[in-house]
């Protein structure tokens, strides 16, 4: 019973809205599908639904990258994404 109350205020406490929170959220989804696909070569609809996942995120991370560099350069380095363009 504790357990599931603190897992609820926890819940809470995170903004699920944050451009953060969906680009990480996205990229979960994305890397829980490719042991899917490895098994599942033709499965044209999950690999739709995956590519507009990806696009998805595509835009939030050019959206964060234009309105707060340092943000965007962080995350992409927490999730090993992309790599950062840092000499």
Known sequence: MVKKNSLIISKKN???GSVEFQITSFTKKI???VPHFELHKKDYSSQRGLRKMLEKRRRLLS???????????????????????QH
């Open 14 to 16: 995170q903004n699920t």
């Open 31 to 33: 890397r829980a599908l």
């Open 63 to 85: 959206y964060l990258k234009k309105k707060n560099v340092l943000r965007y350069q962080r995350l992409i380095t927490k999730l090993h994404i992309r790599k950062s363009n």
